[in-house]
């Protein structure tokens, strides 16, 4: 980690993108091919490749406490540090002591010691492996750890500059390392293949997973039109995510961590093999109800609990084939005949898929798979075999037509809309935002701050995270925090009130008074010790103050036990 942390400190001396990627090639050409990927993945800000999504979850809050223990300076010193570089890492290596240690980690044995960390539960048993790590290596290397660990390295290295400098260590051309980075969402895997010249050959092979490419929140019908002006618009099944990959008879479904489920949906090959040539299809697999089918329809999706007493299990009996019967939601295809087709814009993706689906042979195949009589069907009789079906797309440009869709979408039972760019490709392994997602908004609450934080980044110096709590009885009761979504102009105006009614200064946090309401929107609650109400609303976000609202107005623990009721119901 030694020579990684010295590398990270002489690019952010340097503004030059040249001199940067050469730094970076030279270094990578030092290591190991195993260090070099890894480092690769550090590089490019992230404790694991893209694809993973494995989060290590370690809070600010936590990494702070671990921090100022082991440094053993008072809070007010720390404070004072933070304030000025709005970046916990710098302070760490400011006020961490300097060790005699024996030996310098790897940065292999980082990535075990981050992956310990992640797969452990809740901040009490995260803690101790954090501070493990920190007392293993000398401050300047906490401090890159901690960047690492934050998603924010801030030495002016995105990935794309990781991408040139694997280009220059390994002599490959840059856009085979674009590219093969671009399908395989492992920006680690990728300098791997680089190193053994194998950047194009294994660019794409049948049955090995491609990267899935993800998609962004967008909070309302407004600020997704924002991003483009006709999106193509499917509805977002609550199922799981599934890529198939069909050649010569031979079919292979992958989860989105790129496991292979082939075996949990042992009726999906069936109908999948029937079609005329090689493809690799992105869709997502959802449990079927033949049931409450309308006239034209061909049945609908149930919510994921559903699908849930299907997963995880070693054997599909044929009871629960019949029990829970699922269908394949195709809506993109990254592969047909001989043809990669992840650089076509989506909007060509989904004619091949369109017609694919369409040809009459396909059409033969995929009818013998639907249950005989689909009205008055007996589920009991019901068949083993799934339905494949392309998942419909719709079309607005309108806030309103988009929100007639979005209570379209609830009304089946879906959890909301995806909305899709039609002018752009597969990003495998990205989350862009070319592909947005609008869930459901379980409710909102009315909110009083308790506690408010400094930000970090551009929100450095000013109070921009609140806690806020509910009424139980006439105690205030903490029930969650959040990242003001406020304007900069409100926020300072915010800044300046809570400084002049803090009731206690915690360092980086100050207790206010319990006078500012909020209105908060979330999506789904849950039961958490983290705040003395015992739950914790999850991605809240602010919709506006509320200053028309005393703070005796403001929601009780009741109505937020029952939304998290009903939330159960659903
Ligand atoms: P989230 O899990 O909330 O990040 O939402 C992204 C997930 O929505 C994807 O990984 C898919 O599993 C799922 N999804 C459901 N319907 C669609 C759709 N029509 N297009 C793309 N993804 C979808």
């Known amino acids: 980690m030694k020579q990684l942390a010295s590398l990270c400190e002489r690019v952010a001396s340097t503004t030059k993108k040249l001199e940067k990627t050469a730094l970076v090639a030279d270094y990578l050409k030092s290591r190991t091919t195993e260090e070099a990927a890894t480092a690769a993945v550090f590089l490019s800000g992230k404790p694991f490749p893209a694809w993973e999504e494995t989060t290590l979850n370690v809070g600010g809050a936590l990494l702070w406490r671990i921090v100022s223990e082991l440094s053993g300076r008072p809070e007010t010193e720390l404070t004072a540090a933070y304030r000025q570089h709005g970046d916990l890492g710098a302070v760490a290596r400011g006020v961490l002591p300097a060790r005699n240690l024996e030996r310098d980690l790897s940065i292999v044995e980082i990535q075990r010691s981050f992956r310990q960390i992640a797969a452990a539960r809740g901040p009490a048993m995260k803690g101790p492996l954090v501070r493990d790590l920190f007392t293993q290596v000398p401050p300047l290397e906490a401090k890159y750890i901690i960047k690492i660990m934050t998603g924010d390295l801030r030495i002016g290295l995105k990935e794309s500059l990781v991408e040139e400098a694997i280009a220059t260590a390994y002599g490959g051309p840059l856009a085979a390392v674009q590219r093969a980075n671009m399908m395989l969402g492992d920006i680690g895997r990728t300098l791997e293949l680089a190193a053994a010249g194998k950047l194009a050959e294994a660019s794409m092979r049948m049955f090995h997973p491609v990267g899935f490419m993800l998609a962004s929140p967008a909070e309302s019908a407004e600020e997704a039109l924002s991003y483009f002006q006709e999106p193509m618009v ?331 009721a009903r939330q159960g119901k659903a």
């Open 234 to 564: 499917e509805d977002k099944y609550d199922g799981i995510r599934a890529q198939a990959h069909c050649s010569g008879g031979e079919v292979r479904i992958f989860s989105r961590t790129r496991d292979d489920i082939t075996g949990s949906f042992p009726e999906l090959p069936d109908v999948l093999a029937g079609l005329p040539e090689s493809v690799i299809l992105d869709g997502e697999i959802v449990a079927w109800s033949y049931l409450s089918a309308e006239p034209n329809e061909p049945g609908r999706a149930l919510p994921f609990s559903a699908l849930q007493q299907r997963l995880g299990r070693k054997k599909v009996t044929q009871e629960m084939l019949r029990k829970v019967p699922v269908a394949y939601l195709v809506f993109d295809i990254l592969y047909a005949g001989d043809q990669l087709l992840i650089e076509h814009p989506l909007r060509e993706r989904a004619k091949i898929l369109d017609e694919l689906l369409a040809a009459p042979r396909v059409q033969v195949a995929l009818r013998s798979a639907e249950p005989q009589g689909l009205l008055g069907f007996d589920p009991q009789e019901s068949p083993t075999r799934a339905q494949l079906i392309r998942a419909p797309v719709f079309r607005a440009s309108s806030p309103e037509e988009l929100n007639r869709l979005f209570d379209g979408a609830q009304a089946r039972g879906n959890e909301g809309l995806m909305l899709k760019d039609p002018e752009l490709p597969y990003t495998p392994g990205r989350r862009g935002r070319s592909w947005l997602k609008m869930k459901r908004q379980l409710a909102t609450l009315d909110v009083v701050v308790t506690a408010v934080e400094y930000g970090h980044g551009k929100r450095i110096g000013v109070l921009s995270d609140y806690t806020f709590a509910v009424w139980d009885g006439d105690r205030l009761v903490n029930i969650g925090k959040a990242y003001s979504g406020l304007t900069d102009a409100e926020i300072a105006e915010m800044t300046k009130w809570f400084l002049g009614h803090a009731l206690e200064d915690q360092g980086l946090r100050l207790a206010v008074e319990p006078k500012i309401v909020l209105e908060v929107a979330f999506n789904n609650m849950m039961r958490s010790d983290r705040h003395n109400s015992g739950y914790a609303l999850r991605f809240p976000r602010i919709v506006r103050l509320r200053p028309d609202k005393l703070p005796e107005e403001a929601d009780t623990l009741d109505l937020a036990r029952q939304i998290y």
